[in-house]
């Protein structure tokens, strides 16, 4: 699988859940939920305990697609390609990330909110530009402006997304969203509120 396929698969799924939580043991709880529920592709961030370990072991299920968010630097990423994943997610502009993506055939996201920003993650690399934090930029109306004057460019708005607000970013035009907190929530993960953790993807899926 390349990065044009890892793309299409991305822009399929239209959510890709952003697990952040402050143990590996809840992040797998969440996901093991969330795949009971129908998600296949799961964004695990450097800022869960061990991150590595956990993508090897997710990434190690055929059916999952598994991507590493917050990656700080490049000794970071090759850590996460190694243990099997195939897409890198950066909030921020690092061409260093660029060169271990395409020596693993792995999908880049590197971090924008303005149009010069933009520019310089594409010229960095990035297959995907995620603009966060999306909603106190303006939400879909931004993303809608930045489409204006980048079409074809794929978007990932992150930060404040929600089931009631997903159509919307989409119609305006990103690829996919990134969901955390609204889907990924740890209180609900800590008192074993699988059903409303479940309820919250059904939404949306439907």
């Known amino acids: 699988m390349d990065q044009t396929d890892l793309m299409a698969r991305l822009r399929a799924a239209r959510v890709i859940p952003v697990v952040r939580t402050h143990s590996a043991a809840h992040a797998a709880t969440v996901v093991g939920w969330l795949r009971d529920a129908g998600l296949r592709i799961f964004e695990i961030t450097m800022t869960i305990p061990d991150a590595p370990a956990l993508i090897r072991d997710l990434a190690s299920d055929p059916a999952l697609l598994v991507g590493a968010g917050t990656v700080p630097d490049a000794a ?21 990330l660029s060169a271990p993506c395409q020596a693993a055939g792995a999908a880049l996201m590197l971090g924008a909110l303005t149009p010069s920003e933009v520019r310089a993650a594409l010229a960095a690399g990035a297959d995907a530009v995620k603009i966060f934090p999306a909603a106190s930029l303006g939400g879909p109306a931004h993303i809608k ?62």
């Open 145 to 206: 402006a930045l489409a204006s004057v980048f079409p074809g460019v794929a978007f990932c708005p992150t930060g404040g997304v929600e089931p009631g607000n997903v159509a919307a970013y989409l119609a305006a035009g990103a690829a996919f969203v990134g969901m955390g907190g609204a889907l990924v929530d740890e209180k609900r993960i800590a008192a074993g509120d699988r059903a409303a953790i479940v309820a919250v993807a059904e939404a949306i899926r439907a």
């Open 76 to 96: 970071t990423a090759r850590t996460c390609l190694d243990a099997g994943a195939r897409f890198l997610v950066a909030p921020w502009i690092d061409p260093t």
